[in-house]
Structures are given as C-alpha cells and as structure tokens.
C-alpha cells in the first residue's frame, strides 16, 4: 500500500540551531515528493516540491529537502530555525506511475522553535 | 496572487441539518479538491474534480456529495450533518496532471471549522 510517514509528531528547536523535519514514503515507481507548511488559523502553503534532477531541492524561506531513493526519505531542512517558522508541517507524494490526481498525505509534523 | 476562498471560516451546525461548504478559485484550475484535516490524520481527501460536472470519490465519501456547475466554484455537501463529522475543511486547486505541466501542486483556501451539535 502506497503511504507517507512523518515519525515525529512534534519537533523542538532552539532559535538559531538547524532543524529537520523527517518524512519517509512508499509508493510505486518514481515519486513527486512535496512539502506543505500550515501557519496556525492559516490553510496550506506549498513550500518546496522534487520531481527530478537535483536531490537537493531549495524552496521558500530558507527551507531545503533532500531527496534520498535508497532510504524512500525526503527530510526538510534549515540551517538556522527562526520562532516564526513555528508551524505544522505536511510531506505528500504522488505516484508518477498512474493517471492518478491524488496526493499521499503524511500526518504532520508540529514543529515549535523557542527562542 | 493566486486565491482560494471558502464561504465560512467558521460553521455550527446541529445534526441532521444539511450544509453547504463552498470553494471558489480565480486560477482557472481544472482540478479542484475537497480534504478534511484532523488532528493525526493529515488530510484525508473526501471528492475531487477534474472538470465541470465531473467528481470522483476520494477515500472518505461516504455522508458527503458534491457539485461543480462552473468551473471555479466547488461545493461540499454534508447531506444529513453528524457529530463525526465535525472537523477542518479544506478546499485546494491545481493545474491538471498532464498537459500544463505542474506537476500537481495544489493551492489550498483558509478552511472551514465546521462544529456539528
């Protein structure tokens, strides 16, 4: 069965040390692979997405995830956390194989940096 | 900018009522989705569309239909309001799968907080 996993329910970072926001996946053939953020009483923003090339993929405010096909992983990064990217974050994933419309959601991550 | 907006960003309902959740978008997208968010469940995806007056079920159907008569606008329609049904909704458009090329990037509105009694 195709799934997302984000292992941690929630995230604590220190302002200013680097963070990581783990997701794992199973699916058939080749992914697309995204990142939402979803500020509080916010709907969803996209942030980053990887659908081939580069496995290191750059996206908006300083968030970057890394594409790793041998660990199925795509964790989300930033070197230097600020309190506002306080937030819930979503990993997704499309299965390239098929016709499909539908995008894999993972949990969420609740990720909560203290100054 | 690009905008998804729906109707309430709060509801109270009472059960047995039937509710309308409504979704507009001014990107012209083809696809247009409706998730339900619950709290360690993610986004659990309830009916999408991919044009005017077609819909498919997402995983969790059951007690909900839609309807999508023009092309930006998409309704969620709770039949016959239960408890379990009090939950986030949220609506999102992208661009088809193939054709224009966005690779399924979906652009979410606010949500919807619907409470039923």
């Known amino acids: 069965a195709q799934s997302v996993a984000q292992p941690e329910d929630q995230v604590n970072v220190a302002e200013g040390n680097p963070l990581t926001v783990k997701c794992t996946y199973s699916?058939?053939?080749?992914?697309?692979l995204f990142w939402y953020v979803q500020y509080p009483n916010r709907g969803l923003q996209f942030l980053l997405k990887?659908?081939?090339?580069d496995n290191l993929v750059k996206g908006s405010y300083g968030f970057e995830a890394e594409f790793n096909k041998s660990q199925t992983s795509f964790h989300l990064k930033k070197p230097s956390a600020l309190v506002s990217d306080s937030a819930l974050y979503f990993c997704?994933?499309?299965?390239?194989?098929?016709?499909?419309?539908?995008?894999?959601w993972g949990a969420g991550t609740k990720l909560i940096i203290k100054p | 900018d690009v905008k998804v907006t729906q109707s309430s960003r709060y509801l109270v309902k009472r059960t047995g009522e039937k509710v309308f959740l409504e979704c507009v978008q001014d990107?012209?997208?083809?696809?247009m989705f409706w998730y339900r968010q619950d709290p360690g469940l993610g986004l659990r995806l309830i009916y999408f569309?991919?044009?005017?007056?077609?819909?498919e079920k997402g995983d969790i159907p059951e007690g909900y239909s839609v309807s999508r008569e023009k092309k930006e606008r998409f309704s969620l329609i709770l039949e016959s309001a239960s408890t379990n049904q009090t939950s986030m909704y949220l609506c999102?458009?992208?661009?088809?799968?193939?054709?224009?090329?966005?690779?399924?990037?979906?652009?979410f509105g606010p949500g919807t907080r619907l409470t039923v009694l």
């Open positions: 990107m012209d997208h083809e696809n």
């Open positions: 990887y659908i081939t090339g």
């Open positions: 997704a994933v499309r299965d390239r194989s098929g016709s499909n419309y539908q995008l894999i």
């Open positions: 569309s991919y044009d005017v007056k077609m819909k």
């Open positions: 699916v058939s053939g080749n992914p697309y």
């Open positions: 999102a458009s992208s661009l088809p799968v193939v054709g224009r090329g966005s690779y399924n990037e979906q652009f």
